[in-house]
């Protein structure tokens, strides 16, 4: 992004954040007299409604979590993520069918009715992490065997590993790295059905590590998650390869960084989990400090910039926009 447009940019995300303009969901509000009024179920970062007997209505909004927390409300975020995926899903489908039906605004994806598996299926390429499931926390803990994996001794932060490997975790209150036998083993999911998550997930994180260098970047590691349709057919839902799911590496300097001893440049939202685990702790303090102003604008910043780069598309700011978003629910239903 050229200097004067990332300026640009910054002055409108700033703008945003100072008057409150964050898609946070609340403002969400049907008008009865235009059909359908769907109940709202709040995630950490998604609501969902319920469109239909096949269909739901995901609203990405700007709330930031981390470390299984809300850590921040980030203008435009959103609207990056949604996007985004929608980019992914779209240049992965050959690999796997995935539930996206149609984009009818920024925030907003109509998708196909899904049963997910209870399994985030983590994908890694690097030695990093900042979180207590992450790779490197483990292995700084001194395992050795992570999901299965062997892991030699002297391995060092944001190294490469030998290939990428697949490091499922399971949904429960506070995620746990498991193995694949014992996603097996403790009844999380069928054999056949584990297998075949398997091989998608690395397929299309392969995808995403060749178009990512292809511009530039490394995609370092993504979570993905699959569900079966009414039919039983398995897809690929939620998000893919978004700056909240995944890590982002600028590619040109990532050899020189590591090094000098230094933190790769990243585009995701790292920096600002690592502000916090110097500033507090997040597992434990009750209450968490704010996120410093010029930290959310950049993290917005970084946001944008990865969806111009991966999609080659100009980032279209959408301001105010939950009164538009009720409406694009409602024709959709």
Request: hydrophobic share 35%; charged share 30%; glycine share 6%.
């Amino acid at each position: 992004m050229a200097d004067d447009a990332s300026e640009e940019y910054g002055a409108r995300i700033s703008a945003a954040y100072d008057a409150s303009k964050q898609i946070t969901g609340s403002n969400v509000c049907f008008d009865a007299k235009n059909g359908v009024c769907p109940p709202r179920l709040t995630g950490k970062v998604r609501d969902r409604y319920e469109i239909g007997s096949d269909k739901l209505a995901l609203v990405t909004s700007d709330r930031q979590s981390g470390f299984d927390r809300s850590l921040a409300l980030v203008p435009f975020k959103g609207q990056v993520l949604n996007l985004t995926s929608a980019y992914w899903f779209g240049v992965t489908q050959d690999i796997i069918p995935n539930h996206l039906l149609s984009v009818p605004h920024p925030n907003v994806s109509i998708v196909k009715k899904c049963t997910p598996f209870p399994i985030e299926f983590v994908v890694r390429s690097y030695m990093t992490g900042s979180t207590s499931t992450s790779i490197w926390k483990n292995y700084q803990d001194g395992c050795r065997n992570y999901c299965g994996h062997e892991l030699p001794d002297g391995m060092k932060k944001n190294q490469k590993l030998e290939k990428n490997i697949l490091t499922p975790t399971t949904k429960e209150e506070h995620d746990r790295p498991i193995s694949e036998a014992d996603i097996v083993s403790e009844g999380w999911m069928k054999q056949e059905d584990l297998d075949a998550c398997a091989k998608a997930a690395l397929a299309v994180f392969d995808r995403g590590q060749k178009i990512a260098a292809e511009r530039g970047m490394i995609l370092v590691d993504t979570k993905y998650e699959f569900g079966k349709d009414s039919s039983g057919v398995i897809h690929l839902i939620d998000e893919v390869n978004t700056p909240d799911s995944s890590r982002y590496w600028l590619k040109d300097s990532y050899q020189e960084r590591i090094a000098a001893g230094k933190e790769p440049e990243n585009i995701d939202k790292e920096f600002l989990r690592l502000w916090f685990r110097q500033n507090c702790d997040p597992y434990k303090d009750k209450v968490l400090p704010d996120a410093p102003k010029d930290l959310v604008v950049e993290l917005s910043r970084r946001y944008i910039k990865l969806y111009e780069t991966i999609t080659g598309k100009k980032f279209d700011f959408q301001e105010g926009a939950e009164g538009a978003i009720a409406e694009a629910i409602q024709k959709s239903a």
